[in-house]
């Protein structure tokens, strides 16, 4: 999506092996990291205050899964592309991690107030087809 829809380079300059480390992390790593983090915020983070629980839980979701993720996605990426993980880091994180902060908790919090824990990852994702282009465009421009 971030190359046509974006970056709009067309079919024949598509690259597919972008492609290919998107949908590799998304399938083997997001998923079934986002699967088990939000369990774990649903058993161990709950107060009495519904509201507390909320902003409980975006704060974590924030700080440990949001900063961890970014992380481990921008050096995974640099090292399936070959190049140095630390340097994209160092050109990109900070940035793309300021960007995470300005739309996803808002996201959060209405995912954990009104959707149930089944169908949270099913949320995550469909935000996701415009932050993963994001996230595409700034580890290909990094």
């Known amino acids: 999506m971030a190359q046509q829809a974006v ?11 972008r492609t290919g480390r ?6 083997a790593v997001f998923g079934p990291a986002a699967t088990t983090w939000y369990k774990f ?4 983070i709950n ?4 509201n507390a629980t909320i902003i ?7 700080t440990i899964f949001a900063s961890t ?24 994180y900070v940035e793309a991690l300021k960007k995470n902060w300005m ?9 954990f107030k009104f959707v149930p824990l089944d169908h949270r990852v099913l949320v995550v ?5 415009g932050w993963n282009c994001y996230l595409s465009y700034v580890n290909s421009k990094g």
């Open 125 to 129: 994702n469909v935000v996701s087809l």
């Open 56 to 62: 409980a839980r975006v704060l974590a979701d924030q």
């Open 22 to 27: 998107m949908a590799l992390y998304g399938g």
């Open 103 to 111: 739309v996803w908790p808002g996201v959060q919090a209405i995912n």
């Open 47 to 50: 107060f009495k205050n519904t």
């Open 69 to 92: 993720n970014l992380f481990v996605f921008l050096s995974s990426m640099a090292y399936l592309e070959g190049t140095d993980p630390r340097a994209k880091l160092k050109s990109t």
């Open 7 to 17: 970056e709009k380079v067309g079919v024949e300059k598509h690259n597919y092996a």
């Open 41 to 44: 915020l649903q058993a161990k």
